[in-house]
């Protein structure tokens, strides 16, 4: 039997919505298929007013192109915010942990700190990716450019080298400067606390876990990296780069 116009449209729709939504009610520190490891914790995003477990707004409604309104507010008021309240959960829990049942095999202590690094980059990661959007793409500005140009070669490759990456990656793609050699690199994550670079400061976050993409491109990771680079806000990585 044929299955009616626009159907498979639907329900690959449908799939993808209640997939996150299953995400985010299982935790926000649990669910996502990449194996994790504790103890690797990024830095921060730009501070604002918002206090310690409480979602930030980022109204980028109508602002972006080739990413709709319906997969922002389901990655951000679904899955970001979830993160956001699984890691006050894990603070709250952490405070009345049996410390003296600590043990490497298996505790709930352990458990707690395994995965208040999972939530706490979670949320940091997915600030930053949200803070980088918004613009137009254009190309980057004359102090990021001027590092791109130093450590890759030129912008073209960089681009080409974070495409990579953003094709191979299971989780996240940073351009990030290495206190270790001073130097821009493109790194991979595979989950948020996974493969994290110690002492690298992200400059330009790239979300590629399928909820990022899925509601709007299904299994099309190319075209929803092409839309990610449509929406890059510049003047954020610049400001970033201007940090030390």
Known sequence: MRRPAGMSKIVLFIVAVAAVAAFAWGAGAQGHDAPHAGGAVLCSAS????????????????????????????????????YVKKLREIAEKLEKADRSAAAA?????????????????????????????????????????????R???????????????????????????????????????????????????????????EHAYFIDYGADRAAYLDAFFRNIDWHKVEERAGKR
């Open 151 to 209: 450590d890759f070669g030129s912008y073209e490759k960089w681009r080409e080298d974070f495409l990579a990456c953003g094709k191979a990656a299971r989780g996240w793609v940073l351009l990030a400067r290495a206190d270790y050699d001073g130097k821009l690199h493109n790194f991979l994550l595979d989950a948020h606390n996974s493969l994290v670079p110690m002492g690298a400061k992200p400059l330009l976050v790239l979300d590629v876990y």
């Open 47 to 82: 501070p604002d007013a918002t206090p310690p477990y409480q979602a930030r707004k980022f109204p980028l409604e109508g602002k972006l192109d080739g990413i709709s309104d319906r997969a922002l507010q389901v990655h951000r008021d679904v899955l970001y915010a979830g």
């Open 105 to 149: 095999s298996y505790s709930d202590y352990r458990e707690l700190k395994v995965e208040e690094s999972f939530a706490l980059d979670g949320v940091v990661l997915h600030e930053m990716y949200f803070e980088n959007l918004g613009g137009k793409g254009s190309a980057p500005q004359a102090a990021t450019l001027t590092l791109i140009e």
